[in-house]
């Protein structure tokens, strides 16, 4: 992994850091200083690669963790059929077309859902913007 490089550069420096590291009679048993000035990492990083390879083995020592944030869904199924109906819709008048932020004003306005940001908005759009846009009931001024 180290001679090819094909690992990502966080993974193979971590290699690097567990192989000087090795304080076995035939490994090279480098001191902390000499470790942070050949791989220009702190000995906070080199302690957690430690720390890490003898809790976890050599797996949890090169990769990382899986994230285990939740997101909770700002939108269920109900909101976002209101969100794609009223984005289908007439613009208000004197608008030619819908921006998220007037999207989210009137959504927010109808009681549908608690206030979200118009990056909520978005993001329920560009998830069904694709079937939207084939069935052809998107609103278009022209």
């Given at each position: 992994m180290?001679?090819?490089g094909t690992a990502s550069a966080r993974k193979i420096r971590r290699a690097q850091i567990l192989l000087k590291s090795d304080s076995s009679p035939k490994g090279p048993n480098?001191?902390?200083?000499?470790?942070?000035e050949a791989f220009d990492v702190s000995e906070t990083t080199i302690t957690t690669v430690r720390k890490a390879y003898?809790?976890?083995g050599l797996e949890a020592a090169l990769n990382r963790k899986p994230s285990v944030r939740e997101y909770?869904?700002?939108l269920d199924g109900e909101a976002e059929a209101h969100l794609i109906a009223l984005?289908?819709?007439q613009p208000p008048e004197g608008?030619?077309?819908w921006t998220l932020r007037l999207l989210r004003d009137r959504f927010v306005e109808a009681g549908y859902a608690e206030p979200v940001s118009h990056e909520t908005i978005r993001q329920v759009l560009k998830k069904r913007i694709e079937t939207l846009?084939?069935?052809?009931?998107l609103?278009?001024?022209a």
């Open positions: 180290i001679a090819s480098w001191s902390y200083q000499a470790i942070c003898c809790e976890g909770r869904r700002r984005a289908c819709s608008h030619v077309r846009a084939q069935a052809a009931v609103y278009s001024s």
